[in-house]
């Protein structure tokens, strides 16, 4: 203890020394090496592509285009046009990029003695970031009307927003996570490296057999598969789980898509069972719809499939809704122990 | 009322829906508080567009033709009507009028012409001369997740339409068309710039602009 004392008064008197000899008068050719804390980052601007322009603080109304070498500080308002971005830099350890249509605004940039804090507001539009953290920590945050995007140690993060429509997206392409914040709902998410997360405020793996985009289609054209996925996220066909959570869904596939569909979840890598839980299942039913609804030609010895860890997220409307005409759905059936399985 | 009277009522109806030229889209009634004609580009689209609840046709003009060109050298509607029509980005039967609400289908038509989206069999073989084009284009616009979601019918407003133009830009860029060409659009005042269009080429997939 005493040591370490020692140490650190000689340091201490060490580094006044160098203050004192740095105030001196400096020679002209040599440049400041020193930054004070809590001083004031400007952002440097690296790259400008297209129209880009610029409203310095207090000076509403007043656009002016940016170029390369600008030194923006703290309170500049950025918009973009089309086929237009511009990338400018914090210090040396953090680079935005302002994309294409957008409106942001440098809320903060300072550093203190402990973090390098920066505070983005993008009003709409896309900004994309990297941060790497140096010797000191950095608190880095892009807010926006839909959501906010907390840094948590990452770099390569991306949040994209709209206005009117509270669409959002809140992506993670390097490593680290990030975390987003629907303001909307208050509901928090983590976003993972190589994951986004929209206004729905669910993740989807990234997995590219499930990554499809199934349009609302008459029933008569998908099979019971398609029906149930389509039910999912708003005719998305998009679900997530939680890692490491255990989920139950219950659907309904025909023999062949019940044999792509764990075909699928193997080759995934994602542990499943098939189980025959003994529940019954309604043959006849059409729900009003006079035909053409997953349950049409169901003979009593088709399976379902379950896993154990599916792809779905608790809660989801493939859950509640199982069906395009929406509402929960409870099966009965007139032949007693029939098999059905779900995805679990 | 009897069964015949009440066919005649639904089918007076359908005529009417089909025959009536404005559709089911509203008007601004009020005008804006500031004349977006004397606005320059970046102005009419961060300072006015995006603030619009509903999006008006000769806004929507306006901004297609920044969204082709970089920027907007027309003055006026019929300057930019003109314009779109020459290029095939806009159908003059439509008979669509400046202050009347936009709708997503045109939007979409708009776009798929400047992103040179030739769009599935429907859309060439139907959507090409006219039936169902604006919905044909809409539906391609969905399944390229340009649009979330909407009817073609339904009017859009000002941060939906930015939203829909910063993804066609993405796709532009993605696609070449910012580099690609631009079509050549014939003078009629100069004969010499009508040439004699080539025989179609043989590959699969061809983009074209029509």
Redesign the interface.
Known sequence: MFHKLVRLTVFTLLLGSAETVLAQPAPATAPATTQPDDAALPAVVQQVQ??V?YEAPGQAGT?QPVKVGDRLMPGTRI?T???SSVIFTLSDTTVVKVD??T?MRINDARRTAEAERVRIGLE???VRAGVAEREIRSDFTIDSPNATLARRGTHDFGI?S????R?FTVSLAGDGLVQALNHLSNQYRTVYARQQVTEAMVRWINQAKFDW?V?IQPTEGMTSLEQSVAANQ??SGRGVLDPGASIQINTVVDGNAGLNLQTALEDAGLPFEMTVPGRLFNQAGSFGLGGATPLDGLVKDQPLLRGRRGFFAPRNRLVTRLHPDGGARSFRSRHIGQPRVGLR | MTYGKRQIVHTGMCLAAVLCPFGCAGTRTTPPAVDYNTLD???F??DHL?NQ?LVTVDEAYKVAL??AD?EDTTESFTERESALDRRGIIRPAWNLQPDQHVDKGTVAFMVCRICRMSGGINRIMLGSWGLGDRRYAL?EL??R?II??GADYTPI????L??I??RA??Y??LSGV?DAEPVAVPDANDPSTFKTPAAPSQGAGGRSSR
């Open positions: 297209g129209k322009f656009w918009r046009m089309f086929r294409k249509v409106v709409y539009g896309e994209y709209e206005r009117m429509t669409r985009f349009s708003g005719g | 580009d970046a102005a689209l961060h995006v609840p920044i969204l970089g539906r969905k399944f997740r979330e979601s407003s000002g941060g939906e930015v939203g133009l910063h830009d993405s532009m860029a910012h």
